[in-house]
């Protein structure tokens, strides 16, 4: 059974453009989540959605948005874009929301200059 | 500037000897917790979990104990072998009923020597 899938794996933006990353969950699961990695803040949690509702959303300022589609798919939107934006996005997927067994995606780096 | 990383811990291990890796939470209230071992360019990859109705769950070669007294997690690993090396974290889950979200700990390294 495929993993969660998520793309593109390297992104190189410049400040102020705007970032889209896209994740597939595992076959069945309903809820994705998004994380940002960063060597200065670890892992933090920017949302949850579940049946393409927004269930749960981090400390994150507004230019950070995402979305989820009809058949789980999820994209997750970055406005302009700052330095500190840079890091390692990653999506999990459960199948249901609050469920074990949350199972991650090996991200997208992104890297703005 | 320059950014200034968290001071990741390091354990470091001979092969074959046991390693445990301690983790404190700050909720009460969570209810289901999570170990994930993160390999370098790789996602979090899911290890062993416990609710917080147990103290300590077993898998192949890992166990967790939970302590809710003093809200301390700790992943002990058996006979650690050198695949073992990785970032480990401990995640807590704050499930409101409608909605999760995991919080995660700074990890700790784990270097197994030969």
């Known amino acids: 059974k495929a993993g969660v899938t998520q793309t593109p794996r390297y992104l190189i933006k410049t400040r102020g453009q705007q970032v889209t990353l896209s994740c597939s969950p595992i076959?069945?699961?309903?809820?994705v989540s998004w994380y940002q990695q960063t060597p200065g803040q670890g892992l933090q949690f920017l949302f949850e959605y579940f049946s393409e509702t927004q269930r749960n959303k981090g400390n994150f300022p507004g230019r950070f948005s995402g979305r989820q589609f009809s058949n789980s798919r999820s994209e997750m939107n970055v406005s302009t874009l700052e330095l500190g934006d840079s890091a390692l996005y990653l999506c999990?997927?459960?199948?249901?929301?609050?469920?074990?067994?949350?199972?991650f995606g090996s991200g997208t780096r992104l890297t703005v200059v | 500037g320059e950014s200034v990383g968290l001071h990741l811990p390091t354990l470091s291990v001979q092969e074959g000897d046991n390693s445990i890796i301690n983790c404190a939470y700050s909720?009460?209230?969570?209810?289901?917790f999570i170990w994930y071992k993160q390999e370098s360019g790789k996602g979090p990859q899911f290890i062993i979990d416990i609710r917080s109705n147990m103290d300590k769950r077993q898998g192949q070669r890992v166990t967790v104990l939970l302590n809710k007294t003093v809200k301390h997690l700790s992943l002990q690993i058996a006979a650690t072998q050198p695949g073992d090396s990785a970032v480990y974290f401990c995640?807590?889950?704050?499930?409101?009923?409608?909605?999760?979200?995991?919080?995660f700990g700074t990890g700790t390294r784990l270097q197994v020597t030969l």
């Open positions: 076959s069945g699961h309903r809820s």
């Open positions: 999990a997927s459960s199948l249901l929301t609050g469920q074990r067994g949350y199972t």
């Open positions: 995640a807590e889950n704050g499930y409101t009923g409608t909605a999760s979200k995991l919080t």
């Open positions: 909720n009460s209230a969570s209810d289901y």
